[in-house]
């Protein structure tokens, strides 16, 4: 069986001053906090390939912040930046509003906070899982065609969607408190396979120094 890693890689911060919960919306591109954000991951993957790795492959969301995210990691490995609309951030029913307590007591938003377990707000995590690992999938097959056994890939998506995808990884439920995920500004999840089987999962936040100054604004 091939080994092969996949680095879920979370865009950097986000320009934002409206503080809005912008979900699928464009043009929403990275502040310069988020640019040297991205940059301190690409010097992550750098550093990984100097130690031996072979990297071999970077996919992107289609939405902005994960593309200017990609940039520098594809300048530092010279590789192209592969497009892949099923790492896109979760359709949210608040896209567009800043989600407060303030806002959420609106009646008319009643209707769509009844199941969080789904979420009744935006979409099923379940399908979030499963495009993700479909494209994961595609990422792994393709490093290993590339690069040979033990190759990895950089995927380059948003914090709700890696996030469940973890959970599903590591056979934990679905439903959770989104103030409580693990999955910082520019942070990296990385999923290794033996075959078709995830046998590690690991965290890390190349970023972690430049967090406290930033707005993170809660994911879909």
Same mark, same amino acid.
């Given at each position: 069986m091939s080994r092969a890693t996949i680095h879920m890689l979370?865009?950097? !911060?986000? &320009?934002?001053?409206?503080? =809005?919960?912008?979900g699928r919306l464009p043009e929403f591109h990275l502040s310069g906090l988020? %640019?040297?954000?991205?940059?301190?991951?690409?010097? %992550?993957?750098k550093k990984r390939t100097e130690a031996g790795a072979v990297i071999s492959y970077l996919v992107s *969301?289609? =939405?902005?912040?994960?593309? %200017?995210? #990609?940039?520098?990691? #594809?300048? #530092?490995?010279? =590789?192209d930046v592969v497009t892949d609309e099923r790492i896109i951030e979760a359709t949210n029913r608040f896209e567009g509003l800043a989600v407060t307590g303030a806002e959420l007591c609106h009646a008319k &938003? /009643?209707?769509?906070?009844?199941?969080?377990? +789904?979420? $009744?707000w935006g979409e099923p995590y379940t399908e979030q899982v499963d495009r993700v690992m479909q494209a994961v999938a595609e990422a792994r097959d393709k490093a290993v065609a590339a690069g040979g056994a033990g190759a990895e890939a950089v995927m380059v998506s948003h914090q =709700?969607?890696?996030w469940v995808t973890r959970r599903a990884a %590591? +056979?934990?439920?679905? /439903? &959770?408190?989104?103030?409580?995920?693990?999955? $910082?500004?520019? *942070?990296?999840? *990385?999923?290794?396979? !033996?075959?078709?089987e995830i046998v590690d999962v690991q965290y890390s936040e190349p #970023?972690?120094?430049l967090l406290s100054g930033a707005a993170n604004v809660p994911g879909a």
């Open positions: 979370r865009h950097g !911060e986000v &320009h934002n001053p409206d503080r =809005l919960l912008y988020g %640019e040297q954000m991205a940059e301190r991951a690409a010097k %992550e993957f *969301s289609p =939405l902005t912040r994960a593309q %200017e995210t #990609a940039v520098p990691t #594809a300048r #530092a490995l010279g =590789l &938003h /009643w209707k769509h906070l009844v199941n969080p377990v +789904k979420p $009744s =709700l969607p890696i %590591e +056979k934990r439920r679905l /439903w &959770h408190d989104p103030r409580r995920r693990k999955c $910082s500004l520019a *942070s990296i999840t *990385s999923l290794t396979f !033996e075959g078709d #970023a972690a120094d």
